[in-house]
């Protein structure tokens, strides 16, 4: 009996061991978390019309920038874009692929989502941990008609390093100087007060369960999960609330044309509906590609996915790319995505 | 009469400790039915045919399945179990039988003694670091080798233990008919531990399976089907880990649905070993 | 135990008067794997220390009593997550080993000959529970119960104290801490099970036949007797309870803070590198997360080696158990 076990282990093994040397054309992709749902569903969609296999994998942005640098991976994805000197001291070429927006939430009984009001200085005190109770005058005269309870405020932040934490922590450094001084804007920082949940799945948790908490998740779990979300004031004074509509907003009125390397943050953006805390999630390649047949299929299937992935985009409540900047980064493409020996990989619009 | 009370007092300690002792071992009970019973629930609702024999789908499609993890998972056990069962065998026989007394015996024992403490994420970036980042590329191999290194220090001292347990008469008849050393030990001592030996090494593939930082950083994942193990392959562990992440519900119902087999196949692989071990200690 | 190689293994050696090519071969090969163990260990120190190089240059000793963790201002200290990791594996001890000699005791002792196996595997098999279904678990299950119920009476028992103040959240130190207990018990109770069955009968009757309790039998027989094997438990729930990853990060909280208050949040090594090895950018920030992982590392080595030391002294000749 022994034996056979043995010899069913070995066989089993070498069988596995040996695998297929068919290779047809997979691609492959890593980094950042949030736009890991949308890549598959782009790639199964793309697999079954051409064939052509994509492999995207969520390690995080961090990873994403680390392998691409590295060389391990096709192209890098990073929720956080690198600044254009990084980019050039890399040999890398950055354009936005999707968007999404950072929503704000709370447990506060008795109060229905989307009537509690914030602005930018007041979230960002509450974070820092000097706005501490719920009935706080700051808090209270934005928000004239509701009944705020005395409850501490339970701060909730992610725990581990996330494009999330990046958007939501540029968005404070943008409106608040004590938080711009103090913490600053990255990925994970030195949080002031709270506690942190793993990933948007832990702060979601945590929000739901802890009275009188607040939390920042992606907009998805927030309409997920059904989550109350808060109203916040914009760069033009208007409250608005996070709506696909709203971030679309702020994509609009950034300044994709004039930003060397795409590198256009679209928290607190200026536009009378725009949704302070939006961000979008970046592709990495290199700009002078060993493999150009390789490089051609993943930009095809980038391409494809700009002009055949919006529905299903909307559908799993991300935001797509404005034409308009889609036009912008085929221009990149072409004039900036090269083979070994300088020829061009993407032909001019 | 002072005796009396006295004997009174222990009486009443003794039944105090014998009812927190059955009650620690109910608590214990219980928690593992708790435990288990909450990813039935959560988990059975996703097992199906498609779960074993499908593709995954993207959020928001109808059916789709762990397939491919599924044989990723099994087939990145194996490899690795190819690589640190030998290695854990003959050095674990070193440990028995040649390393009781030398130095490098008691160094061997401690250094293992560590490894099998040694936190999982942390083999995860050694592997990383010194597989994925010269071959350039993530790799089944990677997965394999990290796991490997969990399993085989596991692998050594049951098989030391086991070997130690075979009794010396065995070993002075079989040197005794004139066999060689080494002969011995493979005709005859290896027999003797082995199904000792086999539960040990079930218990480590046990252990190993359910890990998922170790897999992180090397063998990454993949919707597709495996087509060699030089490139990332899918398995179970890193695929839960991100769905349950994941804000779409039918996604979560996958990660039950894999924490649900992970947990049920190691617990079926530590009965079995159990049953194995018992048969032979009676 | 009769004979066993235990005692006598180099008897077999001593008597084979020739040594065949064939058994120069296999020392040699199997001392060979041996080796290999050696070199796998010293090859995870080389790589952790070399890529942990910036950090250490940066901070220096300094990184071990730092209490910062500042991504941003790139300064790194290891302070929180040493405590974080500390104080949860004490904690886990302080409620896995009274509960698992409990368990045990009932095992061997106790319970009706029918259900002691089928109850001893029940108690195994939590061991094999992936640790990420333990995360979520208590996550889900078990923080909501805290904060309903142990946390309150705790703290309206000892709330005058510093370990028991503050808010009731269900996530924190304490939480971390049970988890990682429930984790661990399984190890210590079936090992200490073992060694109470292995307590020779001859010594158990003559106790009880002198009007021993049960208990006397337990705390002056066979605890005194299977010392080494209950430490030996001891410090293997000690070790997995330091490297455990995915179980922590889940309930700990996750705040880079020093709290005196189990009920507050912290961090442990372990959780965080699952929570920031994959976003860290930046050399730095990156090297000093590997040399939390050495930090890690060497605790273990350190606890670890302490506790055989130990185990060997018990068990030298002289020495009782």
């Given at each position: 009996?022994?034996?056979q076990?043995?010899?069913t282990l ?6 596995a ?6 290779a047809?054309?997979?691609i492959t992709?890593?980094?950042?978390t ?9 790639a ?6 051409t064939?052509v296999?994509l492999?995207?994998?969520?390690i995080?942005?961090g ?5 691409i640098?590295a060389?391990t991976?096709?192209?890098?994805a990073s929720?956080?874009?690198l ?6 001291q890399?040999?890398l ?6 968007m ?11 109060i229905?989502s989307g009537k ?8 960002a005190d509450?974070?820092l ?7 706080d005058?700051?808090?209270a005269?934005i928000?004239?008609g509701?009944?705020l309870?005395?409850?501490?405020i ?9 494009g999330?934490?990046?958007i ?14 103090e913490?600053?804007n ?7 007060a709270?506690?942190g949940?793993?990933g948007?799945?832990?702060v979601a ?7 009188g ?5 992606e ?10 979300v ?6 033009d004074g208007?409250?608005v609330?996070?709506?696909?509509a ?12 004039g930003?060397?390397g795409?590198?256009v ?15 979008a999630s970046f592709?990495l ?8 047949a390789q490089a051609a ?7 494809w996915?700009y ?20 036009t912008l980064?085929r ?5 900036e995505i090269?083979g ?10 | ?20 002792s059955?009650?620690?071992?109910l ?9 288990l019973?909450d990813?039935a ?9 498609d ?6 789908a993207?959020?928001g499609?109808?059916?789709g399945?762990l397939a ?9 056990t194996?490899a ?16 028995a039988?040649?390393?009781k007394?030398?130095?490098l015996g008691?160094?061997v024992r401690?250094v ?14 050694f592997a990383?670091l ?8 993530f790799s089944?191999?990677?997965?394999a080798v990290?796991l490997a290194?969990?399993m085989?220090?596991?692998?050594t ?7 130690r347990?075979v009794?010396i008469?065995?070993?002075?008849a079989t040197?005794?008919l004139?066999?060689?050393?080494w002969?011995?030990m493979?005709?005859v ?14 218990l480590?593939?046990?252990r190993?399976?359910?890990e998922?930082?170790?897999?992180l950083f090397?063998?990454?994942n993949?919707?597709?089907?495996l087509?060699?193990?030089n490139?990332?392959i899918a ?9 349950a ?5 039918d996604?979560?119902?996958m ?8 947990t049920?196949?190691?617990l079926?692989?530590?009965v079995?070993s159990r049953i194995?071990?018992m048969?032979?200690?009676? | 135990?009769s ?5 006598e ?7 084979a008067p020739?040594?065949?090519?064939g ?10 794997f041996?080796v290999?163990?050696?070199?796998l260990l ?10 942990s190089?910036?950090?250490?240059e ?5 990184f ?8 941003v201002?790139e ?5 929180v ?11 886990a001890l ?6 698992s ?6 095992l061997?002792e106790l ?10 595997v029940?108690?195994?098999l939590?061991?094999a529970?992936?640790s990420?279904?333990?995360g ?6 078990l ?11 705790l703290g309206?028992?000892?709330g005058w104290?510093?370990f ?8 924190g130190?304490?939480t ?11 190890f210590?109770a079936s090992?200490?099970?073992d060694v ?8 158990k009757e003559?106790?009880?036949?002198m ?6 039998v337990v705390?002056?027989?066979m605890i ?5 094997g209950?430490y030996g438990?001891v410090?293997l ?7 455990e990853?995915?179980?922590?990060t889940?309930v ?10 189990l009920?507050a ?13 994959t976003?860290a950018?930046?050399?730095?920030y ?15 080595f350190?606890i ?6 130990y185990l060997?002294?018990?068990s030298?000749?002289g020495s009782?158990g």
């Amino acid at each position: 009996m022994r034996k056979q076990t043995v010899l069913t282990l070995l066989t089993t093994g070498a069988l596995a061991l040996a695998g297929v040397a068919y290779a047809g054309t997979t691609i492959t992709g890593a980094g950042a978390t949030f736009p890991y749902p949308i890549y598959s569903k782009w790639a199964h969609a793309y697999n079954q019309a051409t064939g052509v296999k994509l492999n995207y994998q969520s390690i995080g942005s961090g990873g994403g920038v680390k392998q691409i640098k590295a060389n391990t991976v096709d192209f890098g994805a990073s929720d956080a874009p690198l600044k254009a000197k990084d980019l050039q001291q890399a040999g890398l070429v950055q354009f936005p692929m999707i968007m999404g927006g950072v929503v704000p939430v709370v447990n506060l009984l008795g109060i229905p989502s989307g009537k509690l009001r914030l602005t930018g200085p007041v979230l960002a005190d509450i974070y820092l941990g000097k706005i501490k109770r719920w009935n706080d005058p700051a808090i209270a005269k934005i928000n004239p008609g509701l009944t705020l309870p005395a409850a501490e405020i339970a701060v909730v932040h992610r725990a581990d390093g996330s494009g999330t934490t990046w958007i939501f922590t540029n968005y404070l450094t943008k409106v608040s100087p004590a938080w711009a001084d103090e913490i600053g804007n990255a990925k994970a920082v030195q949080w002031p007060a709270g506690m942190g949940g793993k990933g948007n799945e832990g702060v979601a948790a945590f929000v739901s369960k802890v009275n009188g908490s607040i939390g920042y998740v992606e907009y998805a779990y927030a309409k997920q999960n059904h989550m109350t979300v808060v109203t916040m004031q914009n760069h033009d004074g208007t409250f608005v609330a996070p709506t696909a509509a709203n971030f679309q907003a702020a994509a609009e009125g950034a300044d994709w044309k004039g930003t060397p390397g795409y590198y256009v943050v679209l928290t607190d953006q200026p536009g009378k509906n725009a949704w302070p805390i939006t961000g979008a999630s970046f592709i990495l390649m290199h700009k002078k590609q060993r493999g150009p047949a390789q490089a051609a299929e993943v930009l095809k299937f980038l391409n494809w996915s700009y002009v055949n992935g919006n529905q299903a985009a909307m559908d799993l409540d991300y935001v797509p790319m404005p034409a308009s900047v889609v036009t912008l980064v085929r221009q990149t493409w072409a004039d900036e995505i090269k083979g070994a020996g300088g020829e061009t990989i993407w032909p001019a619009n | 009469m002072a005796v009396h009370i006295d004997t009174r007092r222990r009486v009443l300690i003794n039944k105090l400790v014998m009812g927190v002792s059955t009650g620690a071992a109910l608590a214990g009970l219980t928690m593992l039915v708790w435990i288990l019973g909450d990813v039935a629930l959560k988990g059975l609702s996703a097992i199906n045919w498609d779960f074993f024999t499908k593709l995954p789908a993207p959020p928001g499609e109808e059916g789709g399945g762990l397939a491919n993890a599924i044989v990723g998972t099994l087939i990145l056990t194996v490899a690795a179990a190819l690589i640190a069962v030998p290695f854990g065998v003959l050095a674990g026989t070193y440990l028995a039988e040649f390393g009781k007394t030398e130095k490098l015996g008691a160094a061997v024992r401690y250094v293992s003694d560590i490894l099998v403490s040694a936190p999982s994420i942390v083999i995860g970036v050694f592997a990383y670091l010194v597989i994925v980042i010269p071959m350039g590329n993530f790799s089944g191999w990677a997965g394999a080798v990290a796991l490997a290194i969990i399993m085989i220090p596991v692998v050594t001292r049951t098989t030391e233990e086991m070997l130690r347990l075979v009794p010396i008469e065995m070993r002075e008849a079989t040197l005794a008919l004139g066999a060689p050393y080494w002969k011995m030990m493979l005709g005859v001592i290896y027999r003797a531990a082995a199904t000792g030996m086999t539960t040990g090494i079930l218990l480590a593939v046990a252990r190993v399976s359910g890990e998922t930082a170790p897999l992180l950083f090397t063998s990454l994942n993949s919707p597709y089907w495996l087509e060699s193990l030089n490139e990332p392959i899918a398995n179970l562990t890193v695929t839960l880990f991100n769905y349950a992440m994941s804000p779409y519900e039918d996604w979560q119902t996958m990660a039950w649905g894999a924490a649900f087999l992970i947990t049920s196949s190691v617990l079926a692989l530590t009965v079995f070993s159990r049953i194995i071990l018992m048969k032979r200690m009676r | 135990m009769s004979r066993t190689a235990t005692s006598e293994s180099q008897i077999p050696e001593a008597t084979a008067p020739r040594r065949a090519f064939g058994d120069v071969a296999f020392k040699a090969i199997t001392t060979g794997f041996a080796v290999g163990i050696l070199l796998l260990l010293g090859a995870m120190f080389f790589v952790l220390w070399r890529e942990s190089a910036l950090a250490i240059e940066a901070f220096g000793p300094g990184f071990l009593t730092s209490a910062k963790w500042n991504p941003v201002t790139e300064k790194f200290g290891a302070l929180v997550a040493i405590t974080g990791t500390l104080v949860s594996t004490v904690i886990a001890l302080l409620v896995a080993v009274p509960v698992s000699i409990g368990i045990a005791l009932f095992l061997a002792e106790l319970a009706p000959e029918k259900i002691r196996t089928p109850f001893g595997v029940a108690i195994e098999l939590l061991a094999a529970i992936p640790s990420i279904v333990y995360g979520m678990w208590g996550l889900f299950v078990l923080a909501p119960l805290m904060s309903a119920y142990l946390q309150p009476a705790l703290g309206g028992l000892f709330g005058w104290t510093p370990f028991f103040s503050g808010p009731q959240m269900g996530i924190g130190m304490l939480t971390a801490g049970l988890v990682l207990a429930l984790m661990i018990i399984p190890f210590i109770a079936s090992v200490t099970r073992d060694v109470f069955r292995m307590v020779p009968a001859q010594l158990k009757e003559s106790a009880y036949g002198m009007g021993a309790t049960t208990w006397e039998v337990v705390k002056d027989i066979m605890i005194p007797y299977g010392r080494k094997g209950i430490y030996g438990a001891v410090f293997l729930g000690l070790g997995r309870a330091l490297g455990e990853t995915m179980a922590v990060t889940f309930v700990i909280g996750n705040a880079h803070r020093l709290n005196w208050s189990l009920f507050a949040p912290g961090n442990s090594i372990a959780s965080t590198l699952a929570n920031e090895f994959t976003e860290a950018d930046g050399d730095l920030y990156l090297s000093s997360l590997v040399a939390l992982g050495l930090v890690l590392f060497l605790i273990t080595f350190l606890i670890l080696g302490f506790a055989q030391l130990y185990l060997k002294r018990m068990s030298a000749p002289g020495s009782k158990g």
